[in-house]
């Protein structure tokens, strides 16, 4: 598929067909993740895989009340037939070690020195390079959020260790055509190029 076709048809998808997704496009979704760039290339980010129907049910049980699950809205059935749920993950520690080696020389290993959270920025990159991946397959996928009461529920059940943190959850799999279910965009408009794009400066057009 052409590039910017990718980028013009890839929105999040949150309804799906419970069809199983071919493994292969599993591990070129987080090939193609591990292809994005990082600072100082320190690639502090990981990949939490669920693809069996097992432990995606594990995924929902974790991060979904009991009632919710029992009796659960449009939003949460489609999503729940998703077949793959992947969970990126960043690694606060990777980047403060790495750049504490000699050709970065940050050794006080100090948070401050830090402009911006680079560990949870590569990992969103990662991310997209697998919602457009997703897209160059025909299939569907949506990044959403953990809800912070179930983070320490989600690590404790799937092992992540502390040095990681789950940065946000991807559904994967095939659409389903869904037009109740469209999120946000059905609600508001993308914004004018104009509205956004300051060219030199952002005097004069607010
Ligand atoms: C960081 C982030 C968190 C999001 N959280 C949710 C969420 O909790 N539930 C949901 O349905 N969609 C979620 N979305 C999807 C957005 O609603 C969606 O990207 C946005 O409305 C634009 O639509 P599009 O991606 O289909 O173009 C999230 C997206 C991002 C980037």
């Known amino acids: 598929?052409?590039?910017?076709?990718?980028?013009?048809?890839?929105?999040?998808i949150r309804n799906y067909a419970e069809t199983p997704v071919d493994p292969a496009i599993v591990e070129r979704a987080i090939r193609n993740a591990t292809r994005a760039p990082s600072a100082g290339f320190?690639?502090?980010?990981?990949?939490?895989?669920?693809?069996?129907p097992d432990d995606v049910r594990r995924w929902?049980?974790?991060?979904?009340?009991?009632?919710?699950?029992?009796?659960?809205?449009?939003?949460?059935?489609g999503m729940m037939r998703a077949?793959?749920?992947?969970v990126p993950c960043s690694s606060?520690?990777?980047?403060?070690?790495?750049?504490?080696?000699?050709?970065?020389?940050?050794?006080?290993?100090?948070?401050?020195?830090?402009p911006m959270p680079f560990w949870h920025m590569d990992a969103a990159m990662a991310s997209l390079l697998i919602l457009q991946t997703a897209v160059d397959e025909g299939l569907g996928s949506c990044f959403f959020g953990i809800p912070p009461d179930r983070d320490a529920g989600?690590?404790?059940?799937?092992?992540?260790?502390?040095?990681?943190?789950?940065?946000?959850?991807?559904?994967?799999?095939?659409?389903?055509?869904?037009?109740g279910n469209a999120g946000s965009p059905a609600r508001r408009g993308r914004k004018p190029l104009d509205d956004v794009l300051h060219r030199?400066?952002?005097g004069g057009n607010g």
């Open 83 to 86: 077949p793959v749920v992947i």
């Open 92 to 114: 606060k520690r990777a980047y403060l070690q790495r750049y504490a080696e000699r050709d970065k020389g940050w050794t006080d290993e100090d948070e401050a020195r830090w």
């Open 154 to 179: 989600v690590r404790a059940e799937f092992g992540i260790p502390d040095t990681f943190d789950p940065v946000g959850v991807i559904t994967l799999g095939h659409r389903v055509p869904d037009p």
């Open 60 to 77: 929902w049980a974790t991060t979904t009340d009991p009632d919710q699950l029992a009796r659960p809205d449009d939003w949460l059935a």
């Open 42 to 52: 320190s690639q502090g980010w990981a990949f939490l895989v669920l693809d069996t």
């Open 200 to 202: 030199g400066g952002w």
């Open 1 to 12: 598929m052409e590039f910017q076709d990718v980028v013009r048809r890839r929105k999040m």
